[in-house]
């Protein structure tokens, strides 16, 4: 019929998700709405690192001479980009599918893989602006960190790999959720893991199984990648195994990284067959009935 | 007419089309075609499988039986290709709110270009299309400040951006002022007089489906009911009308086949001493519609092709 190629095709939509990451990365930026749900949790973390740094100001680190505050700006990095590459994608792509963008884009010829691009464009660079939110004033506010060449290479590398682990997971818990409402229960799943691993105290500190637990889930992972890039030789001292255990991040951080890529496509996919015009016409009728 | 586009004679094809969800069936054997340029509108009622009808011929839901076919491919092995043949107008409701309408609209041609063949320049311009739908003024608006109006057509210029050989419509002017409803049928007629785009609409109401639709389709409890122009409909209603009455505190209603209902009022008022406020009135395309629902919903008679066959037989309907 056409002398078009499905790669040139492909490549077109992948050009417009590219401007369609970029379009609503600046969206983020100026729409006041979206400034404020970006700026609220690297203004929460530096408040935390002066509260913490003025509060324990002589509590060290058991086994080093260094302050506790200083390990928890890395572990923040850890927090903000897990929480940008799986909070984020899981909201994200739920009120999409509520709102018809999705049904939009699976009504446009590889408008999902156009959608998709654009929305991996959006996440790392927002992810990236709140990691520079907090990376920048925090090394200023805390001691004894490292911000070097090296520290920064490395970081990039954490940052990238905490990403690829993360995304696609994110992607397929919001595509599991049937409303926004249910898509709340991923941020509040994903405190409760904040806070057992290891972002503003040692993880040696609790109980064995609480560790365990702790060490399934990306978020320590990154955390600990982090605070590897960040920290002090000597302060390795206060980590599980007195070890950095750079090999197992990489590893743990890869298995995630494959259960995404395996599962996201699959859940997508069941989440775009829904995708109707009545689907839609259900989801806005619920809204005004209910509100929600 | 005629364009140098056309493969297939046929936009749309389909034959014995069944739905069946568990044990109901949604569409029980659903057959019409759609020659290219033409516009017709699926009407009936709510739950009628409108909706459903429209979502299997745009690829969106798998049907249970039967043979479809949309500009000659079977939408349940459609790729990309043939996506970028259709349009989908959809209704936005939240969607892309943050994004200005230039912009949203830029965006969706992208993904078409590379879909340009010689006879079918893809997408259409921008601009123009603004323009076209007037938009012009709101170009630089964020979608989230549009009118429902400027909303819908917002999502009409969305849905043709990529130049579409066929467009499908979903109750396309619920939420329409009566200035917008104009101006969505001019665009109508010139997408499908300009462009030779075939339209197929869905609409629940008869009075739209005239105005626009070449052709209209009746679709009641998964069958179509009746076929024709709404000249064709309304030319076999001539002979119908109603006579209406009130009688021991109600109002009656019967409806007469033959042109002199003067028969049947010399009847009731000899058999019903009590009639009072008798009122004669010729059956308009409306009531027609009405009783063909009615008919079916009351499982008197099905199937039928020509209105005429079906028109005007109720023998009496208590309102």
Redesign the interface.
Known sequence: ??T?T?L??R???V??GL??GW??TR?NLT?TA?VIGQAIPPVAYIAVLVFMGWILRRKTLPGTDFAVVTMVLPSLLGVSIANGGLSSPAASITA?GE???L??A??????ML?YLVGKIVMFASTALLAVLAIVIPGSLIVDDVILDARSSLLLALIFVVGMVATVPIGLALGSLMRSSAQALLVPLAWTLIMGVSGIFYPITVLPRWLQWVAQAFPVYWVGLGARSAMLPAEMVAAEIGGSWRTLEMFAVLGVWAAVGFLLAPILLRRMARR????A??KV?ERYMSKGY | MQSSTE?TALALDVRDLRMRYGTRDVLAGVTFTAKRGEVVALLGPNGAGK??T??IL?G??MRSAGDVSVLGIDPARGN??W??RIG?V???????K??RVR?LLA??A??????A?AEVARPWDVDELIEIVGLSKSAQAKVMTLSGGQRRRLDVA??IV?RPEIVFF?EPTAGFDPHAGRDFHDLIHRLSDFENTTILMTTHDLDEAEKIADRILVLDEGRIVADGSADQLARELTTAAEVHWSSGGRRHVHAVREGDPTAFIRDLLVKNPDVSEIEVRRASLEDTYMALVRRVESGQSRGGDKPGETAGKNPEVQA
């Open positions: 019929m056409t078009t499905g040139d095709t490549w077109a939509a050009r417009a401007s369609r379009i609503e969206q729409e979206l999409d709102d018809g963008t049904l939009r699976k009504a446009t010829p590889n408008g156009g995708q109707s015009g009545s839609l016409a806005r | 493969t909706t459903t429209i979502e745009e969106f839901r990309e290709a996506r970028a989908v959809l209704q936005s409701w939240r969607d892309h943050f994004w912009e965006y969706q992208r993904f078409y270009a590379p879909f063949t969305i849905g990529g979903d």
